[in-house]
């Protein structure tokens, strides 16, 4: 049960975007729409903010947007702002056997 | 206003067992998958196991297969994971998470279970 693998660290200023990337094989990423992005500042418990590669919960600013491409997902912030300062994990279905992996976990600094 | 509210976590000798419990509100709980998911200190996400709604079905990561238990209780909307043989390395913080199967929509605060002696 291999992590998927994030970038440990991405920044950006505000107003700029910063895409987030979640790299998996073929038996998770690449092999279903279920990947899922979590944001969790210091001391909190993780909160969802996309599901299924590009679906955002209620309430999630649609300055948060998922895609994929092959085995790697991204997660790109736009239009940054203080609150997006934060680490982001990605999270994918990788079979009936293995129900969750998660990444490693990226710490995105607002500059 | 889902909560998800669990308790059980403490200081446990290697070896050791701990009952973790996660009292769900708020939404339709024996309609939903649960999940337990833990985070050693400074460290990333871990999954950790899977129930089914019914809880026919459960699902265990290697590193916790044959210590840990997960079983739910729908007459009382409560999650729960029994874990025997504990390590060190099991110290973390474990959070009791609707969903499953890298969807994880709702979380608890989390319960800090540290295994030392």
């Known amino acids: 049960q291999s992590a998927l693998t994030q970038p440990p660290s991405a920044s950006g200023s505000p107003g700029q975007s910063v895409t987030i990337s979640c790299t998996g094989t073929?038996?998770?990423?690449?092999?279903?729409?279920?990947v899922s992005w979590y944001q969790q500042h210091p001391g909190k418990a993780p909160k969802l903010m996309i599901y299924?590669?590009?679906k955002r919960p209620s309430g999630v600013p649609d300055r948060f947007s998922g895609s994929k491409s092959g085995n790697t997902a991204s997660l790109t912030v736009s239009g940054l702002q203080a609150e997006d300062d934060a680490d982001y994990y990605c999270?994918?279905?990788?079979?009936?056997?293995?129900?969750?992996?998660f990444g490693g976990g990226t710490k995105l600094t607002v500059l | 206003e889902v909560q998800l509210l669990e308790s059980g976590g403490g200081l446990v000798q290697p070896g050791g067992s701990l009952r973790l419990s996660c009292a769900a509100s708020?939404?339709?709980?024996?309609?939903?998958?649960m999940s337990w998911v833990r985070q050693a200190p400074g460290k990333g996400l871990e999954w950790v196991s899977t129930?089914?709604?019914?809880?026919?079905?459960?699902y265990y990561a290697d590193s916790v297969k044959g210590r840990f238990t997960i079983s739910r209780d729908n007459s009382k909307n409560t999650l729960y994971l029994q874990m025997n043989s504990l390590r060190a390395e099991d110290t973390a913080v474990y959070y009791c998470?609707?969903?499953?199967?890298?969807?994880?929509?709702?979380w608890g605060q989390g319960t800090l279970v540290t295994v030392s002696s």
């Open positions: 129930i089914s709604y019914g809880g026919a079905s459960t």
């Open positions: 299924e590669v590009t």
């Open positions: 708020g939404f339709t709980f024996s309609g939903s998958a």
């Open positions: 999270s994918s279905y990788a079979g009936s056997n293995n129900l969750g992996v």
């Open positions: 998470t609707s969903g499953g199967s890298g969807y994880y929509p709702n």
């Open positions: 073929s038996s998770d990423v690449g092999a279903y729409n279920y």
